[in-house]
């Protein structure tokens, strides 16, 4: 796949940044589990699973599509992609064409996209952390 690059990671960062993609990873999964127990019409939040796969896939220096980024979302592809534009006006994502097939387009999140999507599961961890030492 010929996808673009994700340029927000830094070396030395990587197992940081892997070990926070994990925990947005098991988070998104954790989102899916709950549809199994409660009826998904009361779960909806495309933009914050977009926001979870994108920055996931980032954390692995993976690409996703604008159709991946949609799936991910579970939710109607009008309603994922206006949420998708919703995210682009606010800075936290771009679309990014594929230099070898000009019908298809990646998503992926900005830099200071990717900053507060870090900033949030370093928070999380942290918390984690700390609950379970008090116990």
Same mark, same amino acid.
């Given at each position: 796949m010929?996808?673009? &690059?994700?340029?927000f990671?830094?070396?030395?960062?990587?197992?940081?940044q892997?070990?926070?993609?994990?925990?947005?990873?098991?988070l998104?999964?954790?989102? =899916?589990?709950r549809?199994?127990?409660?009826?998904?019409?009361l779960?909806?939040?495309p933009?914050?699973?977009?926001?979870?796969?994108?920055y996931?896939?980032?954390?692995?220096?993976?690409?996703?599509?604008?159709?991946?980024?949609c799936?991910?979302?579970?939710?109607?592809?009008?309603t994922?992609?206006r949420?998708?534009?919703?995210?682009?006006?606010?800075?936290?994502?771009? =679309?990014v064409?594929?230099?070898?097939?000009?019908? =298809?387009?990646?998503?992926?999140? &900005?830099?200071?996209?990717?900053?507060?999507?870090?900033?949030y599961?370093?928070?999380?961890?942290?918390?984690?952390?700390?609950?379970?030492?008090?116990?």
């Open positions: 010929n996808a673009p &690059t994700i340029p990671v830094a070396a030395g960062e990587a197992s940081e892997a070990s926070l993609g994990l925990l947005a990873e098991a998104h999964r954790d989102r =899916r589990r549809a199994r127990h409660l009826p998904s019409r779960l909806g939040e933009a914050w699973d977009m926001l979870l796969d994108l996931a896939a980032a954390c692995k220096g993976k690409s996703v599509s604008v159709s991946n980024a799936l991910a979302a579970d939710a109607p592809p009008s994922a992609l949420w998708l534009h919703h995210l682009a006006a606010e800075g936290l994502v771009e =679309r064409p594929d230099a070898y097939d000009a019908r =298809r387009h990646y998503v992926r999140l &900005t830099e200071p996209g990717m900053a507060q999507m870090t900033a599961f370093t928070e999380c961890r942290g918390h984690l952390a700390r609950t379970v030492a008090s116990r």
